[in-house]
């Protein structure tokens, strides 16, 4: 049995993806669909403007539900409860929850899809990162830098800096120090 250790490891010719691989609604209004595109990342078919054009309609709101139940009234209890239980089955699918028990009522049915069918980097979802990372001045990335903390609107008074405001500054476990405009954090899910 393999063991991955790597969110994105290769295997032969293939990639075993563990993270994201999936563009949610291929259409101009999502970013990553249109970066992918301008890579050239994805199969014809998958930029074809047939298939942006499709609303997959899976917006939910309690408005929706509350026009089902009003709608569906003359229906046996049973048939209303097997429309209930698949509306939630949904919505847990589009909240990333086995149960809606672990769904908070203030963001329901914020979700918003997209138009455009859901597809997959014919490749990996590494060449888009790749790609990306093309367009960054060579060693603006700093790698295997574990971080001690994140100070936030940041005043620095050292001789060289004196007086200088940061927005962010990044202090590293071997004391190194980064200022910054901007920080992107990623921790793992796993």
């Avoid at 249109?34 to 917006?59: F, H, P, T, W």
């Avoid at 509350?66 to 009234?73: D, H, I, K, V």
């Amino acid at each position: 049995m393999d063991v991955l250790d790597d969110p994105c490891s290769s295997r032969g010719d293939n990639t075993v993806e563990i993270g994201t691989n999936w563009i949610h609604g291929t259409s101009k209004e999502n970013p990553v669909f249109r970066l992918a595109c301008d890579y050239q990342l994805l199969d014809k078919e998958s930029m074809s403007e047939e298939n942006q054009a499709i609303d997959v309609g899976v917006n939910s709101s309690m408005m929706e539900v509350e026009n089902l139940y009003r709608a569906l009234g003359s229906l046996s209890r049973q048939r209303l409860n097997v429309m209930i239980n698949t509306l939630l089955k949904l919505e847990c699918c589009v909240s990333g929850t086995h149960t809606m028990d672990d769904v908070g009522l203030g963001a329901f049915g914020m979700y918003k899809t997209l138009p455009g069918l859901d597809c997959t980097f014919p490749g990996d979802y590494e060449g888009l990162i790749d790609h990306m990372m093309k367009e960054l001045p060579k060693d603006i990335v700093l790698y295997n830098k574990p971080v001690k903390c994140i100070h936030w609107n940041y005043t620095k008074s050292e001789p060289k800096t004196t007086g200088t405001r940061f927005p962010v500054m990044i202090e590293c476990v071997n004391g190194e120090t980064f200022a910054a405009d901007h920080v992107i954090v990623t921790t793992p899910l796993v």
